[in-house]
């Protein structure tokens, strides 16, 4: 015999479901607490995190992808959000903090709509849409640009390392971005850029003043002086080898045992001789400045080897990473050579000057004058110590990100939250046409879009509910432009601010992060597998 069981209310059937609403609002509180935390990084106001690694190494920085790539995550749903910041780094190189603050910002508001008794699909489809519909919003209000017009590039660059520690430096890092992107693309037929065709050499001392763009190209080694080689070499002919200067050495250990003085000197006469004949040859191609690629198995050069390079007036750079040669071959245009034989005079490349300069305490060497050189571009960065230089290249690579989304999707939107309040105004009206569920979830999605510009104020220390209404109010008098002017404290004209971005960034950070939240809606259920 059972007991009477409780009577059936009507409208239950989605409420008794226990397990999967505890699942999605554990999930929903994770990522939350992911998204709060890099939260206060958002903005030139933002502030930075220090994260120490297990190897006990420190990383201080303000970007959100950077930060959440080194934060210890367990819940799988908040390893999604560290993923869409990764995701936003790949696809746009910007508005990594701004993607997860909105994607947090979203999963407040559907775990508001979840309560109300909205099925979460018609939460997840009803957010597409709303998606949809502001990335069109997006377009409307943005501002097509000319490659050629190099002020708005400065501009963009400007406004991405204006939220980075080394925002006071910008008047100096801009045009540096801005000069080397151009540098590699041609602003008529390109639609990408590839950043790895630019190289930042990282050097401790001096300040960030003294970062430049050096014309050619420059390495981290410095030139072999031991035997006293030469460090200036002028109409040099340069070649890269990945084989060894040293006498060949057997795979496995084995010992030589020589009981006769005169095998010994035939051993070492030998040597001679290998070496002799390997620089030689080398010579023999016209080659002065030989790069030899790092070697695990064996010494790149041996003594002897250094002394007949010096000897016949050959410069040599060692260790040469396996990652770089392919920049060093296209900058330079030579061929790497893998084997003594095929060292021939076409697989050089030429350049005016090969030179190893000092300055500021460290020393590098320079190639300048490249005769037909690929399109590439050195920055080289100086900076007091090791985490103001590890921070300055991430600002860099954002700012070059920022010119490489301008080169494929060629244009602006202003920044300082004013493209998300107009929005969320629009939606807001959109949200009036809709019918059903679809007009709460509108509705919802433009509350949450307003998350950016109250963050932005909370952030330089204003009163979020004050500056986000007046923003209100002066996009519905049809100020589109009006944004948060951190500096002042007002709201003031973005444009006249000279506070912009890509489109890409703002139209790629409400994708994905919509993307993200689809799909913790769609999840009920967390399984533990073998």
Request: hydrophobic share 40%.
């Given at each position: 015999?059972?007991?009477?069981?409780?009577?059936?209310?009507?409208?239950?059937?989605?409420?008794?479901?226990?397990?999967?609403?505890?699942?999605?609002?554990?999930?929903?509180?994770?990522?939350?607490?992911?998204?709060?935390?890099?939260?206060?990084?958002?903005?030139?106001?933002?502030?930075?995190?220090?994260?120490?690694?297990?190897?006990?190494?420190?990383?201080?920085?303000?970007d959100?992808?950077?930060?959440?790539?080194?934060?210890?995550?367990?819940?799988?749903?908040?390893?999604?959000?560290?993923?869409?910041?990764?995701?936003q780094?790949?696809?746009?190189?910007?508005?990594?903090?701004?993607?997860?603050?909105?994607?947090?910002?979203?999963?407040?508001?559907?775990?508001?709509?979840?309560?109300?008794?909205?099925?979460?699909?018609?939460?997840?489809?009803?957010?597409?849409?709303?998606?949809?519909?502001?990335?069109?919003?997006?377009?409307?209000?943005?501002?097509?640009?000319?490659?050629?017009?190099?002020?708005?590039?400065?501009?963009?660059?400007?406004?991405?390392?204006?939220?980075k520690?080394?925002s006071?430096?910008?008047?100096?890092?801009?045009?540096?971005?801005?000069?080397?992107?151009l540098?590699?693309?041609?602003?008529?037929?390109?639609?990408?850029?590839?950043?790895s065709?630019?190289?930042?050499?990282?050097?401790?001392?001096?300040?960030?003043?003294?970062?430049?763009?050096?014309?050619?190209?420059?390495?981290n080694?410095?030139?072999?002086?031991?035997?006293?080689?030469?460090?200036?070499?002028?109409?040099?002919?340069?070649?890269?080898?990945?084989?060894?200067?040293?006498?060949p050495?057997?795979?496995?250990?084995?010992?030589?045992?020589?009981?006769d003085?005169?095998?010994?000197?035939?051993?070492?006469?030998?040597?001679?001789?290998?070496?002799?004949?390997?620089?030689?040859?080398?010579?023999?191609?016209?080659?002065?400045?030989?790069?030899?690629?790092?070697?695990?198995?064996?010494?790149?050069?041996?003594?002897?080897?250094?002394?007949?390079?010096?000897?016949?007036?050959?410069?040599?750079?060692?260790?040469?990473?396996?990652?770089?040669?392919?920049?060093?071959?296209?900058?330079?245009?030579?061929?790497?050579?893998?084997?003594?034989?095929?060292?021939?005079?076409?697989?050089?490349?030429?350049?005016?000057?090969?030179?190893?300069v000092?300055?500021?305490?460290?020393?590098?060497?320079?190639?300048?004058g490249?005769?037909?050189?690929?399109?590439?571009?050195s920055?080289?960065?100086?900076?007091?110590?090791?985490?103001?230089?590890?921070?300055?290249?991430r600002?860099?690579?954002?700012?070059?990100?920022?010119?490489?989304?301008?080169?494929?999707?060629r244009?602006?939107?202003?920044?300082?939250?004013?493209?998300?309040?107009?929005?969320?105004?629009?939606?807001?009206?959109?949200a009036?046409?809709?019918?059903?569920?679809?007009?709460?979830?509108?509705?919802?999605?433009?509350?949450?879009?307003?998350?950016?510009?109250?963050?932005?104020?909370?952030?330089?220390?204003?009163?979020?509910?004050?500056i986000?209404?007046?923003?209100r109010?002066?996009?519905?008098?049809?100020?589109?432009?009006?944004?948060?002017?951190?500096?002042?404290?007002?709201?003031?004209?973005?444009?006249?601010?000279?506070?912009?971005?890509?489109?890409?960034?703002?139209?790629?950070?409400?994708?994905?992060?919509?993307?993200?939240?689809?799909?913790?809606?769609?999840?009920?259920?967390?399984?533990?597998?073998?």
């Amino acid at each position: 015999m059972t007991g009477p069981s409780a009577p059936k209310r009507k409208n239950d059937t989605f409420n008794q479901m226990d397990k999967p609403t505890q699942v999605r609002l554990s999930n929903i509180t994770a990522a939350k607490a992911v998204a709060d935390a890099i939260r206060t990084s958002l903005g030139p106001r933002g502030m930075d995190k220090m994260i120490e690694t297990g190897k006990k190494e420190v990383v201080i920085s303000n970007d959100g992808a950077t930060i959440l790539k080194h934060m210890s995550v367990l819940h799988p749903a908040a390893r999604m959000l560290v993923d869409l910041s990764a995701a936003q780094d790949v696809e746009a190189g910007d508005g990594t903090t701004s993607v997860v603050v909105l994607a947090g910002s979203l999963l407040s508001a559907a775990e508001k709509l979840l309560k109300k008794g909205i099925h979460p699909t018609q939460i997840a489809e009803g957010f597409q849409y709303a998606a949809i519909e502001a990335v069109k919003i997006l377009e409307e209000i943005s501002i097509p640009i000319n490659l050629e017009d190099r002020e708005f590039l400065l501009k963009s660059a400007t406004t991405s390392l204006s939220s980075k520690v080394v925002s006071q430096y910008s008047s100096i890092l801009a045009p540096i971005v801005v000069d080397s992107v151009l540098r590699i693309v041609t602003p008529s037929v390109d639609t990408n850029v590839d950043i790895s065709d630019i190289r930042i050499v990282k050097k401790v001392g001096g300040t960030i003043d003294d970062t430049e763009l050096v014309p050619g190209l420059v390495l981290n080694q410095n030139a072999i002086t031991s035997a006293g080689g030469p460090t200036r070499i002028e109409k040099a002919k340069i070649g890269i080898i990945q084989f060894q200067l040293s006498p060949p050495k057997p795979d496995m250990d084995n010992q030589i045992v020589v009981n006769d003085y005169r095998q010994m000197d035939r051993i070492l006469k030998e040597e001679r001789n290998y070496l002799l004949n390997l620089v030689k040859k080398i010579k023999k191609a016209g080659c002065t400045v030989l790069l030899i690629q790092k070697s695990i198995l064996r010494d790149a050069v041996n003594s002897l080897s250094l002394h007949f390079l010096s000897k016949l007036k050959i410069m040599a750079i060692k260790e040469i990473e396996r990652d770089e040669i392919e920049f060093i071959c296209k900058a330079t245009g030579c061929k790497p050579i893998a084997d003594i034989d095929s060292f021939a005079e076409d697989k050089l490349g030429y350049a005016d000057l090969v030179e190893e300069v000092e300055s500021n305490g460290s020393r590098i060497v320079q190639i300048s004058g490249i005769k037909n050189a690929g399109k590439t571009a050195s920055i080289i960065m100086r900076g007091a110590n090791q985490y103001v230089l590890d921070e300055a290249e991430r600002s860099i690579h954002d700012a070059l990100c920022v010119i490489r989304c301008l080169v494929k999707k060629r244009a602006l939107v202003v920044g300082g939250g004013a493209p998300e309040i107009e929005i969320s105004q629009r939606l807001s009206q959109l949200a009036k046409t809709q019918t059903g569920f679809q007009s709460i979830c509108f509705q919802a999605f433009s509350e949450a879009v307003e998350v950016i510009p109250t963050t932005l104020a909370e952030n330089s220390g204003l009163s979020p509910i004050s500056i986000v209404t007046e923003l209100r109010n002066r996009h519905a008098n049809g100020e589109k432009t009006a944004g948060i002017n951190v500096r002042k404290g007002t709201i003031s004209d973005m444009l006249k601010e000279n506070v912009i971005q890509p489109l890409l960034v703002s139209t790629s950070a409400i994708e994905l992060s919509t993307e993200t939240v689809r799909m913790l809606m769609k999840i009920d259920d967390i399984l533990a597998s073998r």
